[in-house]
């Protein structure tokens, strides 16, 4: 039963509709009359056009933008972190001490990073829904769908060059095509000491007042000259003061607002507890390889900053999902819908059983989902292995019937990153793979097909030894030749891994055709639910998260917290402060250039600023704008209030919290004698 105080938190967490700066618009459908209305904003094309042809989508899992016409790209220094510690070695360590490159020549090039940039958008949700006959079994229907996605990839991608990918919107209400302009050639240019990109560490993450300096540099490249990019934002001369009005424009990861009731408790009540005892489990296992030396250290931070930062998210969303108050408000969302939906006979005919239809079908997966998530091998190598068994079986199919990321249109990205030279860390991974088999064996039961298949009679850190000592596909070289020696090269093989591979495909195809065909059922119920809402709502409502670009809106405002008032700004004295109330001991201590060069700063300078816009995860990076299209920040968190914000919004004290460009600056120029970088970022090169 739902306590009075369940439905006083839901009156204080719910505000009004035309109040909130919610939404996480698409490009091709901006809230303009809204914007219009609440703001005396007009939203030009011009305005979207330049803003879209600026921002940049980072395949390592965030958003930047560009912020010069040679190349020169902006983003978090987290964002950055994985290319950063890739180009690290024991020698040099850019993780902890930094990198700037004071000529081109100097740029180091990244091994695997990709920066993407949406140039096209199409609708083509008459042709995927045409595609699946009406009395299709959900088998044929995945395959059908399928064909017609794997086709029009193809055509997109043969005709322009373009990475092309079938994007779902409103849970499969409509279907559009995105193409985008990829840089393969990307060079870190500036990255900042870990500690000051990361001040605070994980106590103060997720948290507000923050004092990060949180950003890196990347150019993009073609044909070994820094490429021309006419579309870039300009760093705002005057920042931004409190209550201006400013946008994002990023890529925000996934949301959970469209879901139904039913699949939100799942979420609460097997999903989540689940990632979380992982992470727990991975946690453990890295802290115990770091704890072998420094450079296990070094190898392991950035996947424990990963996992830190996944813990810390998933609590907080968990956290909210066991809030009566959010969970009312999601049941009181559905029964309105459902409501308008019995009330319109010409409607309820044909959606009134949706939301039965996907309980249905969660209930099946519910059956399958635990084999379906261990049956994983987390690894690296062990993850190679296995793209390279499914590659040289799936190009050998039409391209209509291969999985998705074997498409002509994906297997050159897909090549991209198989073939990086990335370093490969032995110890780390054997680490990471025993890991796996570990929670599989201890959540599985003990004659699951999977664990008698990988596993055996064998203990999983024996086989997660033996099967590391004994691959060689930490070579560029071996995994090179296994693909271009296509089928018979991988049945030959006796590779550990390549073996091991080859023994579970089958078995994995099998779960993840079943999880298809009940994800299909899913989506025909889901698109029957997008249809009602448009019908109800019109074209008020934005689609969950997707990975996909994305405006949402705001202003730079503080937030009640208690009983005291939370500053929209923080600035260099605060930085300092905290540094000293800590006694510079970490994660609160300054790389030392900062303690050498204080006098140097001008200590008002702001560092961070907050705003209501409405952001998550994969939003990292991405520019925050002002009204003239200037770059005033960089989305680089959001606070804890905000961590639920996956399935409700609320902007009371839910805040986006931005690395002012202000704080960039003075640090490029009076802590790291970086003049000419700021001179290029203000428009002087």
């Known amino acids: 039963m739902w306590s009075r105080a369940a439905f006083l938190a839901l009156f204080l967490l719910a505000p009004a509709p035309a109040l909130a700066d919610e939404g996480m618009w698409t490009f091709h459908s901006p809230p303009k009359k809204l914007l219009k209305e609440k703001y005396g904003f007009d939203l030009s094309d011009a305005w979207l056009e330049q803003v879209r042809l600026a921002?940049?989508?980072?395949n390592s899992g965030g958003s930047g933008c560009f912020v010069s016409p040679n190349g020169l790209a902006i983003t978090n220094h987290h964002v950055g972190l994985d290319s950063i510690h890739k180009l690290s070695t024991p020698e040099h360590d850019y993780v902890r001490d930094g990198f700037y490159a004071r000529t081109q020549a100097e740029e180091l090039k990244c091994q695997d990073l990709e920066l993407n940039v949406l140039v096209a958008v199409t609708d083509v949700s008459e042709r995927v829904k045409g595609a699946v006959e009406k009395d299709a079994t959900p088998e044929e229907a995945v395959k059908q769908r399928r064909a017609a996605i794997g086709t029009i990839e193809k055509e997109a991608f043969d005709a322009s060059g373009l990475r092309s990918d079938v994007v779902t919107l409103y849970r499969g209400g409509e279907y559009w095509l995105y193409q985008y302009r990829q840089y393969k050639d990307v060079r870190l240019v500036f990255?900042?000491?870990?500690?000051?990109?990361?001040?605070?560490?994980?106590?103060?993450?997720?948290?507000?007042?923050?004092?990060?300096?949180?950003?890196?540099?990347?150019?993009?490249y073609e044909d070994d000259k820094p490429a021309a990019t006419p579309h870039y934002l300009h760093f705002s001369p005057g920042g931004v003061a409190e209550g201006d009005l400013l946008f994002v424009s990023g890529n925000p990861g996934s949301t959970n607002r469209l879901q139904t009731f039913t699949q939100i408790e799942y979420l609460r009540d097997k999903t989540r507890p689940r990632a979380l005892a992982t992470i727990a489990h991975l946690g453990a296992a890295l802290r115990e390889y770091a704890a072998r030396g420094a450079e296990e250290e070094r190898q392991s931070k950035d996947l424990l900053f990963s996992l830190?930062?996944?813990r810390k998210a998933y609590a907080g969303e968990l956290k909210g999902l066991l809030d009566e108050g959010l969970m009312l408000r999601k049941a009181e969302e559905e029964a309105a819908l459902r409501d308008e939906v019995v009330q319109r006979p010409e409607l309820a005919a044909e959606i009134g059983g949706a939301w039965d239809e996907i309980a249905e079908a969660q209930a099946l997966i519910a059956e399958q989902d635990?084999?379906?998530?261990?049956?994983?091998?987390?690894?690296?190598?062990?993850?190679?292995?296995l793209t390279i068994v499914r590659y040289v079986a799936e190009v050998e199919k039409p391209n209509g019937e291969r999985l998705p990321e074997f498409r002509d249109s994906n297997l050159d990205n897909l090549k991209f990153s198989l073939f990086s030279e990335a370093p490969i860390y032995l110890g780390l991974d054997e680490t990471m793979l025993r890991s796996g088999l570990e929670l599989a064996a201890q959540n599985l039961p003990a004659d699951d097909p999977f664990l008698t298949l990988a596993l055996g009679e064998k203990e999983p850190a024996a086989l997660a030894r033996a099967l590391v000592s004994g691959t060689e596909l930490e070579k560029v070289e071996t995994r090179k030749q296994l693909v271009e020696g296509g089928g018979a090269a991988v049945a030959a093989s006796q590779d550990p891994l390549i073996v091991l591979a080859r023994t579970i495909d089958p078995l994995l195809r099998e779960m993840q055709e079943r999880a298809e065909e009940l994800g299909f059922r899913i989506t025909q119920a889901q698109e029957k639910i997008a249809r009602a809402r448009f019908a109800v709502y019109g074209n008020s409502v934005y689609p969950d998260a997707t990975f996909t670009l994305r405006l949402a809106f705001g202003v730079a405002k503080g937030y009640e917290e208690g009983t005291t008032l939370v500053p929209w700004k923080t600035n260099f004295y605060g930085l300092y402060g905290r540094c000293r109330a800590f006694d510079n001991k970490a994660p609160f201590d300054l790389p030392p250039r900062y303690l050498e060069r204080e006098a140097r700063i001008d200590l008002s300078t702001p560092i961070d600023f907050v705003s209501t816009c409405d952001i998550t995860g994969g939003n990292s990076g991405s520019p925050t704008i002002n009204r003239k299209g200037e770059l005033v920040g960089l989305i680089f968190d959001g606070n804890i209030q905000g961590l639920p914000n996956a399935f409700v919004f609320a902007d009371q004290a839910d805040r986006a919290i931005s690395v002012h460009v202000a704080g960039i600056l003075e640090a490029l120029v009076k802590v790291y004698d970086a003049g000419p970088l700021a001179a290029e970022l203000l428009g002087g090169m």
């Open 55 to 58: 921002s940049v989508r980072f």
């Open 191 to 220: 990255a900042p000491e870990g500690q000051i990109g990361f001040f605070g560490g994980d106590p103060d993450n997720f948290t507000y007042p923050r004092f990060n300096l949180d950003f890196s540099v990347f150019r993009v």
């Open 308 to 310: 830190e930062n996944s």
């Open 370 to 385: 635990d084999r379906y998530y261990y049956a994983r091998m987390r690894s690296d190598l062990a993850g190679k292995a």
